[in-house]
């Protein structure tokens, strides 16, 4: 199963997730819907929601986190707390919500809604705790990265993460990620790398 979590002003309607589910048709495929920008309440759906769906897995059958941005950012954290995810794949991650969020305080607009909020520094500044924590040193990771990310450049979690797994860096593109068809494949890995033998 592959559980997509969005980024920042998002949802799981996104055209990212639309397209991640058409290309991973061969798989059982959620894209979740959550409060990106509130760290306390986006954990505490997320959590609820990879409980239920971790009771509805098969068995054998890997569980794969795909989180793109902010996605990539939770994705580390709830590797943390549930032994179920075989594997994490960050596109282009958040690693300092607190800063790089600092540019988009104030009415933000929903890309894949069109539903309109507002983001306070309270928000931005409870990420911080939160940045510190680092992956289990056990977790598969995939990291994908597009060198013309203009949000986050990428040589931040190129060097973060290239000795914790595996990490690919694609010329041009942006932050919304401009390769997942060539990347795809590699997806795919990740969900073959938690197949029991």
Sequence with gaps: MFIYLHGFASSAGSEKARELKAMLTDYRFMA?????????????????ELHRHIRQLLPGEPLVLIGSSLGGFYAKLLAREFDAINHVVMINP???????????????????????????QEEVAA??????????PTTRLTVLLDEGDEAIPYQQA????????RVVVYPGGSHRF????????????????GVSP
């Design 158 to 165: 190129y060097e973060k993460y290239r000795e914790s797994g």
């Design 127 to 136: 990420f911080q705790p939160y940045e510190a924590l680092e992956l289990p």
């Design 32 to 48: 979740l819907t959550y409060p990106a920008h509130r760290i306390e309440q986006a954990l505490a759906t997320l959590r609820d």
């Design 94 to 120: 958040a690693l300092t919500p607190s800063r790089t969020l600092q540019q988009v305080i104030g009415t933000n607009r929903n890309y894949s809604t069109g539903e309109e909020f507002v983001l306070t």
């Design 178 to 193: 401009e390769h997942l068809t060539e990347a795809v494949g590699l997806i795919e890995d990740a969900h073959r790398s």
